[in-house]
């Protein structure tokens, strides 16, 4: 049995969300590794060092939290970290689709490693890092969706 979990994504940026299914892993597993996808063909919008840094800030004060970055397959990640657990958010019905078929591939590349899935508060259900890029490009208040470092870089990279 394991006590240690990995939630996998690619945080640009970070958001409330992500920090609620964080702190509600730690409530599971006694440690948690938040682990920035190196190799994800998404463009980002903040570089990956930028996006450590926020990382780092933002879980500073949470216990049992580590920010760490995989390149690779995450199932190979969690093997060499020695779990075999997975965390994925799932907001609403519209996750589900994309969630259900990377779980079921990471399934097929390592049999053991399993995916748990946890439910943001309903406050958070309809965020997405995408949507808070575009508010911030329209000049929209952000305090209530991300922490005070992401925020503050936000506006520094979009409101010049
Ligand atoms: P990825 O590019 O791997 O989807 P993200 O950083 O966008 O990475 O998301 C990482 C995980 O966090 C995903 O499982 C996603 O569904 C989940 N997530 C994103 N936003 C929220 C949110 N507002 N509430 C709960 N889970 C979320």
Known sequence: MTTLAIYPGSFDPLTYGHLDVISRAVRIYSR??????????????????????????????I????????????TDFAQKKG?????????????????FQMALTNR???????????MPSEKYSFLSSTLIK?????????S?????CVEKRLLERLQK
């Open 32 to 61: 948690v590794i938040v682990a920035l996808a190196e190799n994800s063909n998404k463009t980002s919008l903040f570089s990956f060092e930028e996006r450590v840094l926020m990382l780092r800030e933002a879980t500073d004060g």
């Open 63 to 74: 216990n049992g939290v580590e920010v760490d970055a995989f390149k690779g397959l995450v």
């Open 83 to 99: 779990t075999n657990v997975l965390i994925r958010g799932l907001r609403m019905t519209s996750d589900f689709e994309y969630e």
């Open 108 to 118: 097929r590349m390592a049999e053991s490693v399993e995916t748990v899935f946890l």
């Open 134 to 142: 575009e508010i911030a490009r329209l000049g929209g208040d952000l």
């Open 144 to 148: 209530s969706f991300v922490p005070p």
